[in-house]
C-alpha cells in the first residue's frame, strides 16, 4: 500500500456466520477520556454486544488492557468472554491469571513517582499504569523510570500506551490472547476480525491480517490493519449494522 499510515478503507460488512470477533475497549467502543475513570459507556453498547455475540454464535470476546473487573463494571450487561490486563487474566476462558511476584511492591513504587511528578496513577489487577496526559513534557522521564522499575521487577514489562506508560505481567499479549483464543470454541475454524486503535493493538492488528482474517484500526497513525474507521461511534455504528440494527443514537 502506498499510503504511509495503511488502512484507509473501511471495513466490509461483518460476516457473523463466519467471523470471529474480538474488540478492544478504550478508544474502540468507547471515546478516551481524560481519566480512564471518567469514560462514557453508551447505555446500548452492551445491548449490541450480546446481539451481535448471539448472532456470532458465541464468537465475541473483549480484550483490553483494562483490569478484568473494570470491564465487568463498564460492560455489566454483556455476559460472553473477556480478557484483560493486556491478556493477562480472562473471564469465560477457564485461564488462570498471570500473576507475577511483587504485584504490591511495584504498584507502591509506581505510586509513589506519579505522586512525586504530579502524574494521575492507575492501579491495575495486575499491574499499574502512569498517565502523563496532564504533564506531557514528562513522557521520557516517566517511560525511562518504567524501564528501570521493569529491570527490578522482572515478572513485568513496560507497555507504552496513549499519554501513559504501563507494567504488565511479562508475557501478555493481546495477540497472545488471539492465538489462544482463536485454538478453541466458538472461536476456532472461524475468521479473526480484530478492532482496536493503539499501540497496544498492533500485534493483534497483525495477527489477524496474518491468520486469515482482517484487521480494523479505530482513529489515526501508522497500522498493520487493512481497514480503518475514524473513532468509536463508527464503529459501534459498524457492529450495530451487523445485527440489522438502527443507526446509533447514543
Ligand atoms: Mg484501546
Redesign the pocket.
Known amino acids: 500500500m502506498s499510503d504511509p499510515f495503511g488502512a484507509e478503507e473501511a471495513p466490509p460488512a461483518l460476516d457473523t456466520a463466519q467471523d470471529a470477533l474480538f474488540l ?5 467502543l468507547v471515546e ?1 477520556a481524560p481519566r480512564p475513570d471518567a469514560i462514557i459507556v453508551p447505555e446500548r453498547l452492551s445491548a449490541v454486544l450480546c446481539a451481535l455475540a448471539e448472532r456470532l454464535d458465541g464468537a465475541l470476546a473483549i480484550v ?2 483494562r483490569s478484568l473487573p473494570e470491564l465487568e463494571t463498564y460492560l455489566s450487561g454483556f455476559d460472553g468472554p473477556m480478557v484483560g490486563s493486556h491478556g493477562a487474566e480472562s473471564r469465560g476462558l477457564e485461564e488462570p491469571p498471570l500473576r507475577p511476584e511483587g504485584l504490591a511492591a511495584l504498584q507502591a513504587e509506581l505510586a509513589g513517582f506519579a505522586a512525586d511528578k504530579g502524574l494521575l496513577y492507575e492501579p491495575k489487577s495486575l499491574g499499574a499504569g502512569l498517565h502523563y496526559r496532564a504533564r506531557p513534557e514528562l513522557q521520557a522521564e516517566t517511560e525511562a523510570f518504567a524501564t528501570r522499575a521493569a529491570r527490578r521487577f522482572p515478572g513485568f514489562e513496560v507497555q507504552l ?2 499519554m501513559a506508560v504501563e507494567l504488565r505481567p511479562r508475557g501478555a499479549s493481546k495477540d497472545g490472547a488471539l492465538a489462544r483464543l482463536t485454538r478453541r470454541a466458538p472461536f476456532a475454524g472461524r475468521r479473526p476480525v480484530y478492532a ?3 499501540v ?2 498492533e500485534p493483534a492488528l497483525a495477527w489477524a491480517e496474518a491468520h486469515g482474517g482482517y484487521g480494523v484500526k ?1 482513529g489515526a497513525g501508522a497500522t498493520a490493519a487493512r481497514f480503518r474507521l475514524a473513532d468509536p461511534a463508527e464503529i459501534r455504528a459498524w457492529l450495530t449494522t451487523a445485527i440489522g440494527g438502527d443507526a446509533w443514537d447514543g
Request: contains cysteine; glycine residues 18%; charged residues 40%.
Open positions: 478492544d475497549f478504550d478508544g474502540c478516551i483490553s488492557g500506551a496513549k482496536g486503535d493503539d497496544t493493538d479505530v
